[in-house]
């Protein structure tokens, strides 16, 4: 058994390590600055409880994307330098995200051990390569992303630090063969155990959906399917839920294979970057008129994210969740006995709302980013989650997951179809969205994306619309100098968001303008940008009529688009004439 030591290293704080919405992210090349990667490590270290890391188990993975490999052998040796008693890999050091949260909570070790945490290595759906970007969050024990407090502490720790820990002379570990490699170190022996990636994950799903039902919708000569990993690491488990388990051809799944650049795309599931997918579901400009598959979906890097396709139909993520949770019940055998309740971001439109009041659900609204939800399902509060960002999930795990909502949506589909699978004619996509509408009103919805924006032009621009918001009348008659067709705005805020569980208060969550018929406007700084600054736009109105819920969205809020635009002088600030992307 090779033997380490433990080095002791100086260092001083760096700027700048202040983890966002869901970790840090910046370009590689500041990844790859002296100590840029161990500063952050050891203070998260520091951050924790001592018996979370002292004789503790981690798991240290992510989506495979560029400088993972490195990251994982410099985070190993200070695993083992910090005294953790053993760190799992998943092979190759892929584990998607919701694999990590399902391996913290649900994967015993052969000596009983189990996670206390994980370092999660990715940026999400921003893209991978030497010029690209790199990202590294911490996980807790309960499988979801550190709360703020500890988020917090950790970026303290970075403006703060001295010294690092890291044992040098630990050989770095194979990472792309199955199996444990025991060393012996200072403190006694620690173990680097790599394991199949997709075990844990598959077995919980299975636990999750009806696989037979499943099964039986995939072979319909009726029906056809298509799954686009952008070359992400959800190709990992593609590959074995899609064709091994449930049968799909093989021919189903396109850019499985991950790659360290995700094959130079932007791997962001929605239909300006999943162009493949997008065209042969019939979506895309110069698409085929001809037969095209009944049902598609994507992810995005890290595979937490979804989104969901019929032939030639967008399902947006907001109706998505409100489609799910109406459903659940019925279709998904692990919430047979019922919801326990339902939340959304708050940017999220409030489709999910209704459904919420229809069924008498609990129902809350928290800030963006996951790890709001966690609290609530930790206190048994709720049971299915969503953001308007392309993210779903339930209480199963502590992160979105973008195959589960995949399963989901085919769990519904089974169910809708399951005496009629020989039928005429399947019910789609489009049917069962319609159907929705129908129930409980449509909620036209939109997001404008300004990326990469000044920093200092985007903050002027939110400066100015908090002021704006010390007078309602003065903003209704900016409003109706704009349009006449757009009813008055009564309510205007910043989001602020009181934890029912532990009390604790996120403040400044975004800029509101909520209007008298429903609508809303919402205003939001990107926190996972690795540059500039992204500014966020989301635009909402509710249609009861049900003679009105046809209509093409973007027609339908033009006016809504016109005033947000105006009232926030979006172009007077940040020069630009255009969003960089429209989802
Ligand atoms: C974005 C989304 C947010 C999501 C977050 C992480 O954050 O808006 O809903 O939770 O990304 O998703 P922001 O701060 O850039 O708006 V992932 O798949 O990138 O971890
Ligand atoms: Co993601």
């Not at 593609?238 to 388990?245: K, L």
């Not at 360290?260 to 791997?267: L, V």
């Not at 019939?282 to 396709?309: H, T, W």
């Not at 509101?512 to 635009?539: H, M, N, P």
Request: proline fraction near 4%; glycine fraction near 8%.
């Amino acid at each position: 058994m090779a033997i380490f030591k433990v080095n002791r290293k100086e260092t001083a704080p760096i700027d700048g390590q202040k983890p966002g919405t869901s970790g840090l992210r910046k370009k590689v090349v500041v990844f790859k600055q002296p100590n840029y990667l161990h500063n952050f490590v050891q203070s998260t270290f520091n951050a924790l409880a001592t018996d979370k890391v002292k004789g503790a188990t981690i798991v240290v993975s992510g989506d495979g994307r560029y400088f993972s490999k490195d990251a994982i052998q410099i985070i190993v040796k200070m695993a083992a330098a910090n005294g953790v008693r053993r760190v799992w890999v998943g092979k190759d050091g892929l584990l998607s995200t919701p694999a990590v949260s399902a391996v913290i909570r649900e994967r015993v070790g052969a000596d009983g051990s189990k996670a206390s945490g994980a370092f999660i290595l990715t940026a999400s759906h921003n893209p991978g390569g030497p010029h690209e970007d790199f990202g590294i969050k911490y996980n807790m024990e309960n499988g979801g992303p550190a709360p703020e407090a500890i988020t917090d502490k950790i970026y303290a720790n970075t403006k703060t630090i001295k010294e690092y820990f890291i044992a040098e002379d630990l050989p770095d570990v194979d990472i792309s063969t199955i199996g444990v490699t025991s060393f012996s170190g200072p403190e006694g022996n620690f173990d680097v155990d790599v394991f199949d990636s997709a075990e844990d994950y598959v077995k919980l799903m299975k636990t999750i959906f009806d696989f037979q039902s499943i099964q039986k919708l995939l072979s319909s000569p009726k029906f056809s399917f298509c799954y686009d990993a952008l070359h992400g690491v959800a190709g990992a488990y593609a590959n074995r839920i899609f064709v091994e388990e449930l049968g799909a051809k093989e021919s189903s799944l396109i850019n499985c294979t991950p790659k360290e650049d995700f094959g130079g795309g932007h791997p962001d599931p929605n239909l300006t970057y999943a162009k493949e997918l997008v065209a042969r579901m019939g979506l895309g400009k110069s698409s085929p008129q001809g037969e095209v598959p009944e049902f598609g979906a994507a992810a995005d890097g890290d595979a937490d994210r979804n989104m969901i396709l019929g032939k030639r139909f967008f399902v947006t993520p907001s109706d998505s969740v409100a489609i799910i949770a109406a459903n659940a019940v019925q279709a998904i055998p692990y919430f047979a006995s019922g919801l326990k309740g339902v939340a959304r971001s708050m940017p999220t439109s409030a489709a999910l709302d209704v459904v919420a009041k229809n069924l008498n659900l609990k129902f809350f609204e928290v800030p963006t980013g996951w790890k709001f939800f966690g609290n609530l399902m930790d206190a048994g509060l709720c049971s299915v989650c969503g953001e308007e960002s392309f993210g779903t999930g339930s209480d199963h795990i502590r992160e979105k997951d973008g195959i589960w909502a995949v399963l989901a949506w085919l769990s519904i589909l089974a169910f809708k179809n399951k005496d009629n699978i020989n039928g005429e004619s399947l019910v789609s996509v489009e049917d069962i969205v319609r159907q929705h509408w129908a129930t409980y009103g449509r909620h036209y919805y939109t997001r404008y994306d300004y990326e990469n924006v000044d920093a200092a032009a985007a903050k002027e621009l939110m400066a100015n619309l908090v002021k704006l918001q010390a007078s309602l009348p003065e903003v209704n008659k900016i409003i109706s100098g704009i349009r006449s067709d757009v009813s008055n705005v009564v309510e205007a805020d910043e989001f602020e968001y009181k934890d029912p569980v532990d009390g604790s208060v996120s403040k400044h969550q975004g800029i509101r303008y909520l209007f008298a018929d429903g609508s809303r406007l919402v205003f939001r700084l990107s926190g996972t940008g690795s540059e500039g600054a992204t500014i966020r736009l989301y635009i909402e109105q509710y249609e009861k009529d049900s003679s009105n819920i046809g209509r093409d969205s973007q027609d339908a809020l033009a006016p809504l688009v016109d005033v947000a635009l105006k009232l926030s002088k979006m172009q007077e600030f940040t020069g630009r004439s255009a969003p960089t992307v429209i989802t």
